[in-house]
């Protein structure tokens, strides 16, 4: 049974022409460039996409790096705890 637009068992009549599998593996736009305009491109299209980006102002970015630093000194002191714990505990065992 098949609708309007097609099934999924019977592709359409497009996709089987060998004119389309050509295009396709040819690459399009990219191969028609050389590799120094795709690098420019590149570079373009990062400084486009970082034109997007939301940043966060001085007092978000002081406040972020301060609850950074406290969680990490957090670690660093549960860490240190840890292992001064198994050391003594390895030594009781161990003699």
């Known amino acids: 049974m ?9 592709p359409d009549a ?3 022409t060998p004119d389309a599998r050509k295009k396709n ?3 399009g736009k990219r191969a028609k460039k050389g590799p ?8 373009r299209q990062i400084v486009a996409e970082l ?4 940043w966060p102002t001085r007092s978000q970015l002081s406040s972020y790096t301060t609850a950074v ?5 957090f670690m660093i002191g549960l860490v240190t705890l840890f292992d001064y714990g ?9 003699g």
């Open 14 to 16: 497009e996709d089987e």
């Open 25 to 27: 593996r040819k690459g």
């Open 69 to 73: 630093i406290i969680f990490v000194v």
């Open 2 to 10: 098949t609708d309007a637009v097609g099934s999924i068992d019977m």
């Open 51 to 54: 034109r997007k980006v939301v």
């Open 86 to 94: 198994f050391g003594h505990a390895a030594k009781y065992v161990f």
């Open 36 to 43: 120094l305009k795709r690098l420019a491109l590149f570079y």
